[in-house]
């Protein structure tokens, strides 16, 4: 039944945004955030044509008569936004896949622990997909943020978040400028992997480089180490190159100056097109006055996930490793 109403979502969504896109002459992931837009408000100014208002009104009442999950909402958008996506050249233009965001939110639901609320914040935040995953599997009280300087992205991500009826606040920005955001408990974020354009900006960080364009997912890093609480938690999906770039040296010495290094998870290969492309999660947390490493750091090689019963044991020796090693946060 479920997946039923993530089709049901998705077919309302896309032909509301291709209905946008072929009588407006707009990108369909513009149309795609006026669509969202539309059946929130029943309003746009993209269009006055009754053919087109006619359309938006059919497919936009199918929101009306049920009420679908907020699980369901999210995937119906997500399958929208992977078409949008399909061709696109621009590298931010990428979705974190479910299985990635899937393990996020169970990792976070392990650092969590018994809080019963906590910052979040996500500074590359992108269509918000990978947020609002971690959030409807996360049962508390979440005050939530997300970072973006592609306007796209951040629309369709505000559209998502009202859409599941969740409360997040977006910054509009280039996210290695600095913020109006105090200290979060915990970090998401699949980093934007490859070179940071502004190295005026780059300049004011630990990690540039010492010649040419510094590394943007080096950046980001050391920028949501700023923006977390001592004792507070990191998680990243990072390429699996991330320790042996021309530049890891200088990112391995300060890591072990600013954090410890909690866990590295690495996805199967299989999960990807190319061995270049291929990506892990690094669990980092913030050092503090009161913290100190794990004895051994969660080192873990995933098996495909659709080897369930591979996957079963995998679950249980992380489960152990956080019974043995990780309180989860103190607030």
Do not use: C
Request: a negative charge; glycine letters at 6%.
């Amino acid at each position: 039944m479920e997946q039923q109403n993530v089709e049901k979502v998705y077919q309302a969504l896309d032909q509301m945004a291709e209905s946008l896109e072929s009588h407006e002459n707009i990108a369909y992931l513009d149309a795609l955030g006026a669509a969202m837009e539309y059946i929130i408000d029943r309003e746009t100014e993209l269009t006055e044509k009754p053919i087109v208002k006619q359309q938006l009104d059919k497919h936009a009442a199918i929101f009306d008569k049920q009420g679908y999950k907020k699980e369901e909402v999210r995937k119906g958008i997500q399958l929208a936004i992977l078409k949008g996506m399909k061709g696109a050249t621009q590298q931010q233009h990428m979705l974190t896949p479910d299985t990635v965001a899937m393990l996020i939110g169970y990792l976070t639901n392990k650092l969590v622990g018994k809080n019963d609320n906590f910052r979040l914040f996500d500074p590359a935040v992108g269509t918000g997909n990978l947020l609002t995953a971690v959030l409807n599997q996360v049962e508390k009280d979440v005050q939530a943020y997300g970072s973006d300087v592609d306007p796209t992205l951040i629309q369709l991500a505000v559209m998502s978040a009202n859409m599941q009826e969740r409360q997040i606040e977006f910054f509009h920005q280039d996210s290695l400028r600095p913020f109006l955001l105090e200290p979060v408990d915990l970090v998401v974020s699949d980093l934007p992997v490859g070179y940071y354009p502004d190295d005026v900006q780059a300049a004011q960080y630990d990690l540039k480089a010492e010649e040419g364009h510094s590394y943007s997912h080096h950046l980001f890093i050391e920028q949501s180490l700023h923006y977390t609480k001592e004792g507070g938690y990191l998680l990243f999906v990072v390429p699996n190159f991330l320790f042996e770039s021309d530049q890891a040296r200088s990112l391995h010495a300060f890591l072990q100056q600013q954090a410890h290094i909690v866990g590295l998870l690495q996805f199967p290969d299989s999960m990807f097109k190319s061995e270049s492309q291929a990506k892990s999660v690094l669990i980092l947390q913030k050092k503090g006055t009161l913290t100190t490493a794990p004895k051994q750091a969660l080192l873990v090689q995933l098996p495909s996930f659709k080897n369930p019963n591979a996957m079963s044991n995998v679950l249980k020796q992380i489960n152990d490793w956080f019974d043995n090693e990780l309180t989860g946060l103190k607030n």
